[in-house]
């Protein structure tokens, strides 16, 4: 008799966005003559810049011939991209080889897989508000049990809010794997480096090990922050590194992200001794991913040409003004607002303590703007709202003007 | 402390090919003046047809304009690439409704993932030969014990051999979940319909589940064979199928393939209560993947048009004539050999009860072939020996008249 992996039935509702998703069909549907402006789900709009274009071209048409069409490649990605990423790291001041890099179709895919590698028995933390996909992996996977209250039980979940700076605080309790989002999706706030040093510190300490999700690196604008978790010494004992080139590069369809695991990281076994996580790692992907499409991977490397790396940074530049724009236009409307300096998103506080629903279902009827209730992402960020900087120009100026204007 | 799955752990060496590859690497370094024929992994070399790369092409360019461009798209696939795989179904004589369809990045990664949504307790059937995939990814589940003798404990394994006619018998105690491969890699079998209608009625009357891998369903030369499980009346309440893009279509480089969870298959959860397996199928794809890169979709739906088709079945055609060739030509050299007619494998007897890997190198050192040693697939496959059809035309007919003529 087949039975089902139970653990799934422990999952509250659907995931985020499938609701918000229902919601707005739902508000067209019966007002069809208005004009709905998203800033919600964090999906890219500009188009893939003419290098990223021409690489994948000129890859498609090798596909076409018989003497440069590829079958399979290296399940962990091709030399001609993991070499570029290893020197684009160097030039962020943080040591990874090219075969501690690990070429993956999302940084979703690999966040949520990573889980798999270690023990149902870790105690995980994560922070909350957070990225929902890291805790729903480890529900599925056995490692917390129901929920209550919007947490599930064994889950360790460390409050990052405005009272603490976004900075979320060392764990009471001793934790095994803790999940890092920096810059931070959904708070927009960045890790300070003496934070991070804590962070290395605790996870040395306790032989803990790091998750560092830095989806967002490429928005930093300020200078001296932390790109990668490696610029922290010692972080390479305790770390594993997820990037991608969704947001960075308007990837989000087209699909290619990658992680690190340095070779220096050991995890204990069940008989106590140490193994290498990388190779854990290498046999996961290897027995259970193909690696990632040719054209795509040759699109990707573009990335890290200079013509490449310029055109994707005007498409960054071009959000991140969208961002000042919302964070500027809030401010003048008496919001509180944080974020958007180094990340593309706004999280700002719903006014007299709104709750992130009611302050949603407002947005969407009076003013025709979607974005994401904080409570969403954790019940930390019950009264918090999120706005997305991925947008066309004219919209996110129209949908700034309609809150400050019309939002009751 | 973080803790490892101590499960990897459990794991026999390496996966196959990355032995193989070692060994020819060797070979070659040592004589760098020998032409090497690989006909071991099977990977396609024929360039993807005209209507594919055109595909592919316009949704480069759509990638490249604001009007057209194409962010996050739905998990399970675009309407315009499930509802051809849909109608493909229906011509074949399956009932399978686009939403039924998973769209994926390979067939691998779908029969390694599909596990996670059962209960590490239930009881897995394989066949003996069998695609190292499914064996792998339950040992990493924690489904099996250690290793002894080739073998998993709690892993109920299925020979499939010539005295059997590689057909598996019904096992004799109670299996829950059962892998089957039909055409079969590595032996090239194809299930009848009556072994077929047989499983189906096992799987009812146990309550137990059948993943059937259909990834070499194009190879299928001879009228009335099955081609799809869903052809036998009840198999939607009790079959998965997998199919793939990467030998129908030359995309082992390019990443596309498509999984079948019917809504009418239903598993038990603790409680022993009935729960959708499709639910929990969406559930796992829409939080751990984002699904395939726009214009690998786009490419992939070009296969399901009358232009599209012609072009893929005239390289399958290619591919068989060569399966024909390699076939044909053992057997005029007094192998035995199964397989190549309905499938692009050959699976010949080692002359003299030789060990699969002697052959292996014999092969290698005398007449510089490539393939791929039977044991490698499990211990029956002990004594066998894998050939891909999967070659330019020349090289196949070369490496059959080494075999022939030098081989000693």
């Not at 570029?84 to 001041?93: D, E, L, V």
């Not at 998750?211 to 604008?221: K, M, N, Q, S």
Request: charged share 25%; net charge neutral.
């Amino acid at each position: 008799m087949a039975k089902i992996n139970s653990n799934y039935q422990k999952l509250q509702a659907g995931y985020l966005f499938p609701e918000i998703g229902k919601r707005v069909r739902a508000y067209v549907a019966e007002h069809p003559d208005k004009k709905v402006i998203r800033l919600g789900i964090g999906d890219v709009v500009l188009p893939l810049p003419a290098p990223i274009l021409d690489a994948m071209r000129a890859a498609v048409e090798e596909m076409g011939k018989v003497e440069t069409f590829k079958g399979y490649g290296p399940e962990q990605g091709y030399d001609f991209l993991l070499n570029p990423i290893s020197a684009h790291f160097k030039s962020q001041g943080a040591e990874v080889a090219p075969d501690e890099i690990f070429v993956s179709d999302g940084s979703k895919c690999d966040t949520a897989n990573i889980q798999e590698i270690f023990d149902v028995d870790n105690v995980i933390a994560v922070t909350d508000p957070v990225y929902p996909v890291y805790v729903d992996t480890n529900v599925m996977a056995g490692r917390t049990t129901e929920a209550a209250g919007g947490r599930y039980g064994k889950l360790v979940y460390m409050p990052t809010t405005a009272e603490n700076g976004f900075d979320p605080e060392l764990p009471k309790v001793k934790t095994d794997i803790i999940y890092l989002c920096s810059p931070n999706n959904p708070t927009g706030a960045v890790m300070s480096r003496a934070s991070l040093e804590k962070w290395v510190k605790y996870a040395k300490a306790n032989e803990a090990i790091i998750l560092f999700d830095a989806a967002y690196e490429a928005f930093i604008t300020e200078p001296g922050l932390v790109r990668s978790i490696y610029e922290i010494p010692g972080a390479r004992e305790v770390a594993i590194e997820f990037r991608s080139l969704s947001k960075t590069a308007g990837f989000t369809g087209t699909r290619c992200a990658y992680t690190v695991v340095p070779k220096d990281l050991k995890a204990r076994n069940a008989a106590g001794d140490f193994a290498s996580v990388h190779a854990l790692w290498n046999r996961r992907q290897t027995t259970k991913f193909n690696g990632v499409s040719y054209p795509i991977q040759k699109a990707a490397a573009a990335i890290f040409t200079p013509e490449g790396a310029k055109a994707v940074k005007a498409n960054v530049d071009y959000y991140m003004e969208n961002a000042r724009i919302i964070r500027e236009g809030l401010k003048s409307a008496d919001y509180t607002v944080y974020g958007g300096v180094n990340a593309p998103y706004i999280w700002l506080k719903t006014p007299q303590g709104m709750s992130s629903w009611d302050f949603f279902d407002n947005l969407l009827s009076q003013v025709q703007v979607v974005g994401t209730p904080g409570s969403g992402f954790g019940s930390c960020g019950e009264g918090y709202f999120r706005l997305s900087a991925f947008g066309i120009r004219e919209n996110v100026i129209e949908a700034v003007e309609r809150i400050r204007t019309r939002l009751k």
